[in-house]
């Protein structure tokens, strides 16, 4: 929170600033706005621009640091034996350390080691932000001073202000790129750990899954197996039933919205259809868990089926009725796009309007739609939630749809939701199993993007 | 040029038309039909989920209580009678309270009896009991009767969703409860009212004392934050590839980028946070800092398209009259095309806030699926939010939690279908055909 | 309005009634279309009023006039095209031999394969261009086999002067000819289902002089078996290819009569100031 003072306190500096350096240019010229190089509020901006930027950039960074550096310095100054500790006991520690700190309620007594790291904790930290503020407010009036002496009537101040303006766009726009960048590195960098204690053959094609690792290094028959298939398997089965409810229940209800419906019709239906959309995902999961589920296993009781009651037919269900949205809204777009002109040409020909349909606009569309189910595709493989709450975690190689199965994301929460070791092989395959679904979604997306792009431009 | 073929061709079409006109007919009748029966069948599945998660969730909006003859025995509140509030504070109210409830209900001697009588209310009366003695110590020593909140089971038991019929080993609530809980109907002593409780605190283990105020105020914070980092980078580069990105081979890539990141699953942004925002720059667990982080990434690129949209829908007569003017670019932006692509900017940013709310798989990654029963008073405070709330009282077992599950996704949805309301209605305000 | 309106029509009627006997004359060809007091409106908007016209058979009809004058809209209802147009209303009675087309008992998917349509913009379906022109035939049933459907294709290409063009690639897409080849596949794909009339909406306007040319030959070749209405807005293209005019002004049929007199001798001071290029 005190930092937001001390951002506070630069704000208003900045603010003082624009004052100021109004004030110099209308001064330099005696009042008189006509003399100046550009208008008076330019000399403001620059002024506040040079005080705030450089600061809050340095500021920004510090806070990101901050906690790295007081932890790995707060380590460093314990003593020689706890620094041996196995990394998760070490974290363990330090949350301990930290909750003493910040003044909480530890469990034990603390024992004096941990009290004098706390008191050392605080210390670091109470050091670390008075630099931070001293820092910050030095490069607040350096800038401010530096922005103040360049202004004089003649000083090019909107050329300047909008140069930077411009540089702080590019930034803005580079950050998804680095968003991408980040994704991929991170991925790609826990994976490398992850392949260097488990082959990647053995991860892309070994067909047993039970990621348990020895919580002893004696412990035995838990040195855990990493072979994907059966998840990959599982989530290929679960996409295509949510595909088999998607693709005929949105393309057909696209094709009567963008074909049959009146007007009236479609003002009402469409937006209540998009409400499917908008629902969030672990809504989904408990409507399948809580309502879904159990009916398949009544039904599939009464006919003398075994439904297991996280049957993957389940999860797949919901997981169809959540995309259908995006096949059906998609699918309308591309409809409609197709021109109007081969459909006059059609009906002059004497066609039905379902013949039109199958035999003109489906065809003339079908880039398109084969474009938006390859993106529906791609949200499905993705989905977390309703999987997580309706389909199984055990890694069955099965292709029946009412046993439980597992996918990529519900592994992938499973091995990271709750207290482990960072750097064990276990967390470690849920970054693998990241990547390959970052690689496979990002290749359906591509394919899909391309397409519909390519359809668009040839009616446009 | 001969016309023989064509003219013989009509002539056999003639023969045939009528009944294959019949037949055309049907298949459009049929084809028609099938459209129709997709959307009806989309609605109707959109029926039922609502309608489950309503009729499940409307029970927890109310809750039981019951009133009880409670007696402020002074040998347990204040042996010394003193009425000193400190010593007040720390007196021995379960003591008060056992006494009061083996008054109330006979049978309640054994300890099998007091276990039965003390799972009849809520265990927070003891609390209850505390802060009215503090507020008025002359109660000491005397018997108050008093309406107390039932504990879930009980109010499960009122409610009807435990059927009295069930043998005794098949449900929550024993014979002797049974009578007990009889006993106070027949004396009218059983009421229900709003549950105000679960609006007003956050997570418990006890079903009757679970609120969602905790989650309500983690997801506000965690939204600001996504908010305050997500619209101004949006916008900015929104107008940076709208409006002053030369076309060359990086801006296509931003745009690629953009386009596929908005299709990246959301569990692979929970995964950067993780990796990035957790263990390299170590910034809190569980906290909505991170959170709104992560979200804000995660949105991104959908206000970025809707930026894109918004600005390229400004038509270029409004740039081409500003720049003759001798306005610069940066003045055309902000002063002409910014102002009148606002509408569509902020209804794009409410959508892509809309999804951040209801968003709850990378937050999962990133630890916000703690067991929190404060309200979180910070951005570094550990917290929860809605939806990840939904998640973790979807997996207890507890009839009781069920309707609080079901309870939270309504007031989540009210919060969606609010938001959404607004973007439409801006839209509506503010749509403009050139 | 029709007090002012039918004295003219009368006149003008009259006048072209004398002028075949007046002139030359053999015979006069018998009426196809007979449209009586149409009316249409788009919503609110009167977009045509009280059209009354015979359309003689086997001949090319034109309709010129400024843009926005309804041609086209009259046009789209001798096919009842209009039906796809929700706000579309259309009043009045027209009669294909004799049959009116806006009964009940008439069924819009027949009454097209009968009466065929050129659009201003070709629009070729995206099929190969076999597929084009076996489309009309396979969802009437007019074809059985393989044989049957080549048979036909053939024809109708050679109809349309496309054949010898195009025999060697039937296979690609429609899309892949050039515009005036484009068009005289739209005119093959209307004449490969045999209708009586082919209306044609402005259907050189997208292309350019050379590929005009060609399909005003087409136009005249197809006169001898089909009966013609085409809408223009060249005046040149309606004395070259047509042997009636009407004139369209603001939702009125202002003149109609022999091509030949509608433009050496109009009677209407606003026929006059169109052809004299006054407005248009």
């Not at chain 2, 021995?92 to 099998?112: C, I, M, Q």
């Not at chain 2, 809309?354 to 937050?363: C, F, M, N, R, V």
């Not at chain 3, 007199?261 to 100031?273: E, G, H, Y």
Request: charged letters at 20%; proline letters at 5%; one cysteine or more.
């Amino acid at each position: 929170m005190n930092s937001l003072i001390l951002i506070a306190v630069l704000l208003v500096l900045s603010a003082i600033g624009y004052q100021m350096g109004r004030k110099r240019a209308l001064a330099g010229t005696g009042g008189q706005i006509k003399g100046l190089h550009s208008l008076p509020s330019y000399y403001g901006s620059y002024v506040a621009l040079w005080c705030a930027l450089p600061a809050l950039l340095v500021i920004a960074f510090w806070l990101a640091l901050q906690s790295g550096i007081v932890d790995s310095l707060l380590i460093s100054g314990l003593p020689a034996s706890v620094q041996a500790l196995s990394e998760g006991q070490l974290n363990l520690l330090l949350s301990d350390i930290r909750n003493l700190a910040a003044g909480d309620i530890t469990s034990k007594t603390p024992d004096p080691m941990v009290q004098a790291a706390a008191e050392r904790y605080n210390d670091l930290r109470s050091t670390g932000f008075a630099a931070m503020v001293v820092v910050g407010l030095a490069l607040g009036i350096g800038g401010l001073t530096i922005g103040w002496r360049a202004i004089n009537p003649s000083f090019r101040a909107r050329p300047r202000v909008e140069k930077i303006v411009h540089w702080v766009l590019i930034l803005a726009s580079a950050i998804a790129v680095l968003t991408t960048i980040g994704i991929v590195l991170s991925l790609l960098f826990e994976s490398i750990r992850f392949f260097n204690r488990v082959p990647p053959a053995e991860f892309l094609f070994g067909l047993n899954w039970s990621p348990q690792t020895a919580l002893r290094a004696d412990q035995v028959g838990a040195t855990g197996a990493f072979g994907a298939i059966p998840i990959f398997a599982g989530t290929f089965l679960i996409t295509i039933i949510a595909m088999l409810v998607a693709v005929p229940i949105g393309l057909f209800s696209a094709i009567y919205m963008a074909e049959y419906a009146s007007p009236r019709f479609r003002a009402i239906v469409k937006p209540i259809l998009e409400i499917l959309a908008g629902i969030p995902t672990v809504v989904y999961g408990f409507f399948a868990a809580l309502t879904i589920a159990p009916l398949f296993r009544g039904f599939g009781e009464s006919v003398g089926l075994d439904v297991a009651s996280e049957s993957a037919l389940a999860a797949g269900v919901v997981m169809g009725l959540m995309i259908i949205p995006f096949v059906s809204s998609l699918s309308d777009d591309v409809i409609n796009a197709v021109p109007q002109s081969l459909r006059d040409g059609s009906f002059a020909m004497g066609a039905t309007h379902s013949e039109t349909i199958k035999q003109v606009i489906i065809p003339a569309a079908l880039p398109g739609i084969v474009g938006s189910v390859l993106l529906a595709t791609s949200r499905a493989i993705g989905e977390t939630m309703i999987v997580v709450m309706a389909a199984g975690l055990a890694a069955n190689l099965t292709a029946n749809p009412f046993e439980a199965v597992t996918t990529v994301t519900v592994q992938i929460v499973t091995l990271l939701v709750g207290d482990q070791e960072f750097d064990s092989s276990k967390t470690l395959a849920a970054f693998a199993l990241g990547l390959v679904l970052f690689v496979i979604t990002l290749c359906l997306n591509v394919v899909a993007l391309t397409v519909v792009r390519k359809y668009r431009e040839k009616y446009d | 040029m001969t016309d023989t073929p064509a003219n013989d061709v009509a002539a056999r079409a003639e023969d045939r038309s009528a009944a294959l006109v019949r037949k055309r007919y049907r298949a459009e009748r049929r084809f028609r039909m099938y459209g129709l029966a997709a959307i009806m069948a989309a609605l109707g599945m959109l029926t039922v989920l609502l309608f489950s998660i309503v009729s499940s969730g409307l029970p927890a909006f109310t809750t039981t209580q019951v009133a009880l003859n409670l007696t402020f025995d002074a040998g347990d509140i204040d042996p010394d009678g003193s009425t000193d509030p400190a010593k007040l504070a720390s007196g021995n109210y379960r003591g008060a309270l056992l006494k009061s409830l083996r008054a109330e209900f006979p049978g309640a001697e054994t300890r099998k009896g007091r276990r039965d009588a003390i799972n009849m209310i809520s265990n927070e009366v003891t609390f209850v009991m505390r802060d009215m003695v503090l507020a008025d110590p002359s109660i000491i020593g005397t018997t108050q009767r008093v309406w107390v909140k039932s504990s879930a089971d009980i109010d499960q038991l009122a409610k009807g969703s435990i059927d009295r019929a069930l043998p005794e080993s098949d449900r929550r609530v024993n014979n002797r409860q049974l009578g007990w809980f009889e006993k106070l109907e027949r004396e009218d002593r059983v009421k229900t009212t709003f549950n105000t409780t679960f609006f007003t605190t956050a997570d418990s283990r006890e079903p009757e004392q679970a609120g969602i105020l905790g989650a309500v105020v983690g997801s506000a914070l965690t939204l600001l934050i996504t908010l305050l980092l997500s619209f101004p980078v949006g916008v900015m580069s929104a107008v940076y590839l709208e409006e002053f990105a030369p076309k060359n081979r990086w801006t296509d890539v931003i745009e690629v980028n953009i386009n596929n990141l908005a299709a990246v699953p959301s569990i692979v942004f929970g995964l950067l946070g993780l990796a990035v925002f957790l263990n390299f720059f170590a910034l809190p667990r569980s906290a909505p800092v991170v959170g709104g982080m992560v979200l804000a990434l995660m949105t991104l690129p959908t206000i970025i398209i809707a930026s894109r949209a918004a600005l390229k829908a400004v038509p270029p007569s409004i740039r081409e009259a500003a720049l003759g003017m001798g306005a610069s670019r940066l003045q055309t932006v902000t002063h002409h095309v910014l102002p009148l692509a606002m509408p569509g900017i902020l209804t794009g940013t409410i959508i892509g806030m809309a999804q951040a709310l209801g968003e709850t798989a990378p937050l999962l990654m990133i630890g916000m699926v703690a067991f929190i029963v404060d309200i979180p008073q910070s951005f570094t405070d550990p917290a929860t939010v809605l939806p990840v709330q939904v998640f973790l009282w979807a997996d207890a077992p507890e009839r009781a939690f069920v309707e609080r599950t079901s309870a939270a996704i309504m007031v989540l949805l009210t919060f969606l279908i609010m938001m959404n309301l607004f973007a439409v209605l801006l839209r509506k305000k503010f749509e403009r055909r050139w | 309005m029709p007090e002012e309106n039918t004295p003219e029509e009368m006149e003008v009627t009259v006048e072209s009634n004398e002028a075949p006997g007046a002139t030359q004359a053999p015979k006069a060809p018998p009426t196809k279309v007979n449209a009586r007091d149409v009316n249409v409106y788009y919503a609110d908007n009167h977009a045509l009023k009280d059209i009354t016209i015979e359309i003689p058979e086997n001949r090319v009809t034109s309709f010129i006039g400024p843009s926005g004058c309804g041609k086209s809209s009259f046009l789209r209802c001798i096919n009842r095209m209009n039906d796809t147009i929700d706000i579309c209303r259309v009043e009045g009675k027209i009669e294909i031999d004799s049959a009116d087309i806006y009964d009940r008992s008439i069924d819009v998917v027949q009454l097209r394969a009968k009466v065929g349509m050129v659009f201003q913009k070709p629009n070729p379906f995206p099929k190969s261009i076999y597929d084009n022109i076996a489309y009309g035939p396979r969802i009437h049933g007019m074809v059985a086999g393989k044989t049957d459907t080549d048979e036909l294709v053939e024809a109708s290409l050679k109809r349309a002067g496309l054949w010898e063009e195009v025999k060697d690639r039937l296979a690609q897409p429609g899309t892949s000819l050039s515009g005036g080849q484009q068009q005289r596949l739209c005119i093959a794909r209307a004449i490969a289902v045999s209708p009586q009339v082919i209306l044609m909406d402005e259907p050189c306007s997208a292309l350019d002089p050379i590929a005009t040319a060609r399909i005003e030959e087409l136009i005249d070749e197809l006169r001898q078996n089909f009966t013609i209405v085409i809408v223009t807005h060249s005046m040149q293209q309606a004395a070259r290819v047509s042997q009636k005019t009407a004139f369209f002004h603001l939702g009125e049929l202002v003149e109609q009569g022999n091509t030949e007199l509608i433009f050496t001798n109009p009677v209407d001071k606003r026929t006059q100031d169109y052809i004299t290029g006054r407005f248009g």
